[in-house]
């Protein structure tokens, strides 16, 4: 068993990169990667923890990506290392400006007269400015008494065209495969369903992602049902994709998921990995 997804304080995270393997371990996972958004940081912590368990420790991350359908695309780098190719260059360029997002944020709140500061919101990072996020600002709007959870934030005040939203830079997915596969990565859709889609135009987005580059969806996602994990592996199959999953595991963001086992009955493959592998560019 394996898990490809999960998230640390680098990003959305509430636990340490190095507690991730530690996590992984006790799940009986024989392999994890780390994907914080637009971040490669906690990969030399979580990779020696890793070591000291005998965990094998996949280098990743999570990009958030434009797309023409509803909402946007988050998209799985793996095997990119910090000072590696382009992606890392890139990957800095989209952290500079979530910074700028992230006060403008804050400053929107303020403006809707929400009893929150952005010095509150680095706190629920932990003291992290670069890993700031919405789940963070939701968090804070909890804490300030203005929202009642974490979803009621977001479905208040900091969801897609909600009043305190605020854009942040995104590349095209097309752009993310390439950068990946300039940077000896793979890249891979996360949690399929997001975008809105089933059926035939679904299967018509992951074959203009197959064309564009892509590797692999992630079939195997901690929230799907039994029956969907059977659906997208199957069109991961008609595709020619590799057929990966993980948890998404965010801790206390996400607290239904668990490392390795999602909601209890998520049990990624471990023959994923090696296939994925088998993708990379030569």
């Known amino acids: 068993m394996i898990d490809l997804h999960t998230h640390s304080t680098v990003s959305d995270g509430s636990d340490p990169p190095h507690r991730i393997p530690e996590l992984a371990a006790e799940a009986g996972c024989s ?8 971040s490669l940081a906690g990969l030399p912590e979580a990779r020696r923890r890793a070591a000291e368990l005998g965990l094998t420790l996949v280098p990743g991350c999570e990009v958030s990506c434009r797309w023409a359908g509803t909402g946007g695309m988050h998209v799985l780098v793996y095997f990119v290392e910090d000072d590696g190719g382009p992606l890392p260059s890139e990957l800095a ?48 709007l909890v804490a300030a008494g203005a929202a009642d959870s974490i979803q009621d934030a977001f479905d208040r005040y900091l969801g897609d065209g909600r009043p305190g939203y605020v854009p942040k830079a ?38 203009e992602l197959a064309d564009s580059g892509f590797s692999g969806i992630e079939a195997y996602y901690g929230r799907y049902s039994p029956d969907q994990r059977r659906q997208l592996v199957d069109l991961a199959a008609r595709e020619g994709l590799v057929a990966t999953g993980g948890s998404d ?10 490392v390795g086992t999602g909601r209890g009955d998520l049990s990624v493959p471990d023959r994923v990995l090696p296939q994925l592998e088998g993708r990379r560019p030569a």
């Open 93 to 140: 360029r989209l952290r500079a400006d979530r910074l700028a997002r992230n006060l403008r944020l804050a400053e929107r709140l303020g403006e809707l007269g929400l009893p929150l500061t952005y010095a509150d919101v680095v706190a629920e990072a932990g003291g992290e400015e670069a890993g700031v996020g919405r789940p963070h600002f939701a968090a804070a």
């Open 170 to 207: 995104r590349l095209e997915p097309g752009d993310v495969a390439r950068l990946a596969t300039a940077s000896g990565g793979v890249a891979v859709l996360a949690h399929p369903f997001s975008l809105g889609l089933t059926g035939r135009e679904l299967a018509e987005a992951v074959s």
């Open 31 to 38: 392999a994890v990667a780390l994907t914080d958004h637009d």
């Open 249 to 258: 595991y965010h801790g206390t963001v996400k607290p239904d998921l668990a």
